[in-house]
C-alpha cells in the first residue's frame, strides 16, 4: 500500500512540475533579475516570486519574468491566493470557461497568449492597480 501510494505521490509532483514548463535556477534567476541570490530567495519566502522545488533544488518558472523583471502580476497573486503553491496551482489548472469552443484552457494560458483583455481580468480579480512592484 505504501508503495503505491509513493508512487503515485511521485507522478502527481511530476505532472504539477510538468504543468510549469521550462524554469531558471536559483543562480539563473539572480543573473536574469541582476541581482543576488539571497534576494530572489527572499523574493521567494515573502511571496514575491513563484519558485518551485524541481530535482531536489529550488527552480523559478520562465513565464513569470518579462525581460529582465517579475511580472507586476506575480506578487498580488500570491498574496491573494496564499502563497506561490496556491497562485502556481490557480494558474495551471485548466478550466472550461477559459476555453475557446468547449476546450479547456489554464489562466496562465490565458495571459501569456497576450489576449488585450486577460490582464485586466486578472487585476480585476485581484482588485490591484496598475502600480510597479518594487523589490
Known amino acids: 500500500m505504501l508503495a503505491l501510494l509513493l508512487r503515485r505521490g511521485a507522478a502527481l509532483t511530476k505532472w504539477f512540475e510538468d504543468r510549469c514548463g521550462p524554469a531558471f535556477t536559483l543562480p539563473e534567476a539572480a543573473q536574469l533579475l541582476r541581482i543576488s541570490a539571497d534576494k530572489v530567495t527572499e523574493m521567494d519566502k515573502h511571496g514575491k516570486l513563484i519558485g518551485i522545488s524541481r530535482n531536489g533544488c529550488r527552480q523559478y518558472p520562465a513565464w513569470q519574468f518579462n525581460k529582465r523583471k517579475v511580472r507586476v502580476w506575480v506578487a498580488p497573486l500570491c498574496r ?40 485586466d481580468r486578472l487585476r480585476h480579480y485581484l482588485d490591484v492597480s496598475e502600480r510597479r512592484e518594487s523589490f
Open 80 to 119: 491573494k491566493q496564499g502563497g506561490s503553491k496556491y497562485a502556481l496551482n490557480f494558474l495551471t489548472v485548466r478550466r472550461l470557461s477559459l476555453g475557446i469552443d468547449g476546450s479547456h484552457q489554464s489562466f496562465l494560458a490565458f495571459l501569456l497568449a497576450n489576449d488585450p483583455g486577460s490582464v
